[in-house]
């Protein structure tokens, strides 16, 4: 008898766990059913915290440049809400703003002039130039089941107008053994500095300062037996540290994503990072009609030129480091010895350089690590 109660009980309080395992679903349904989504209060009352003008530059792009504040928006009871700062150019009427999240059920938010100086660049707008910004907040609702709905948004009729100036975008350098393979000791073209995230000298070549992260040259394909082949991006700010920007999906970059092992045929290729959109583009590059040149030196910075060597894995690519510039050089890539053979552009640090383009003039003045592609005329002068 006794071990029939037992059982009995135990079987009870099964059925009784049930019972309330269902109320409490039950009441979480009459929650959601309670939810209505309906544009009511669009937030407004947009305010911010100082209006003296902002210069964003490197070595402030980690502090707080602007806070902004507004009133909470109303989409209905129980509707959790995204709040998105949305900038364009003084007057120009939100027709194309470029959005910033600024966070859910939220009606504060502080904005660091690093992202501000992002912001500039997608608007197109020229670095070194103060420029007034305005500014409004936006909401739209979130639903469950979906974090990003296809709803409607509410702007607010305020807005805030603050001036900014920008800087150029920072370096960006390939890391990995995308010119040859790991360091094994058995190849003739294997490069020490591969996958050493303190190595600067694979640094990215750019058309001019804002423009797309592009590199032409010979690359592995990729292969697990050497681990040659395959590559991730670094911002310049993380030189040294671990923490690489890897493939997030087809053609898409993410920040700890996985190595990049697109190429599987050794060949000549262009590879192109875009961080303002996080995409990545690899396309084969023929050489077919291209020159090799016996030497390449740089003019312009005294009364002799200097030499640039080739990189260990790639007869188009010339460098040189530790290279001191002033405001009075003027500078060009010329081949084989001889002027009649030579490069030059208007833009600095980054620039393409063209057989009838001007002096390449020096700003600011320092040290430099030098390089020069002659395949497609870009070069990159890297600030030490």
Known sequence: MILKFI???HKSWFYLSLAVLFSLFSACD???EKITVSANTAPDNLTVNKTTPFICKPDNKDSVAFIFSWSKADWGENVPITYILQFD???GNFSAPIEYIAG??????EVIAGELNDIMHSLNQPVNAATDIDVRIA???MVLGSATPELQTMEST???TINLTSFGMAPLHILGAMFGPYPLGLYPDEDPNAWNPNNYTYVMFRDDLLGVDVYTARFYGFTSTTWAGEMTVLRDADLGKWNQIGKGGNGQLMQGGSNIQDITVTGYYTFKADLSTMTYSIESYNISNATDYTSIELTGVGSSPITLTQ??????IWQVDNVNLELSNKLRFQANGSSQISWGSNDFPWGIGTSDGNDIPVNPVGRYFIKFNDLTGHYVFYKR
């Open 139 to 141: 909401a739209k609702p």
């Open 104 to 109: 859910n059920s939220i009606t504060e938010k």
């Open 30 to 32: 009459a929650d959601w």
């Open 311 to 316: 990189a260990m894995n790639n007869p188009h």
């Open 89 to 91: 150019l003084k007057g």
């Open 7 to 9: 059982k009995m009980k």
């Open 158 to 160: 305020s807005k805030v």
